[in-house]
């Protein structure tokens, strides 16, 4: 069964860091990375490393998050500095399994920045 928990999420003042975790299991995967969805809005791409082992940022994000990972814990994290009151949204675990390129989406976490 594959699980992807996430952790780190919460509240913090603009100009602010927080990072994010995401433990992946269950089978192996070829992607994985971070989305966000704000009330209203899409879910739209954070970060994330491709099947190839490149990164992919959106340009709003760009110089501010970093996306890092640890193969051997199969984790994917987030760092993201200088928050801004517009990266608060639910952000989301993305991994894409390795045999048939299924998606599969942790739960959210809640990320908050007040101005």
């Known amino acids: 069964q594959v699980q992807l928990v996430e952790s780190g999420g919460g509240l913090v003042q603009a100009g602010g860091s927080l990072r994010l975790s995401c433990a992946a299991s269950?089978?192996?995967?070829?992607?994985m990375g971070w989305y966000r969805q704000a009330p209203g809005e899409q879910r739209e791409l954070v970060a994330v490393?491709?099947?190839?082992?490149?990164?992919n940022y959106a340009d709003s994000v760009k110089g501010r998050f970093t996306i890092s990972r640890d193969n051997a814990k199969n984790t994917v994290y987030l760092q993201m500095n200088s928050l801004k009151p517009e990266d608060t949204a639910v952000y989301y675990c993305?991994?894409?399994?390795?045999?048939?390129?299924?998606?599969?989406w942790g739960p959210g976490t809640q990320v908050t920045v007040s101005s």
């Open positions: 993305n991994a894409i399994g390795a045999w048939r390129s299924t998606w599969y």
């Open positions: 269950g089978t192996i995967f070829k992607s």
């Open positions: 490393f491709t099947s190839g082992g490149a990164t």
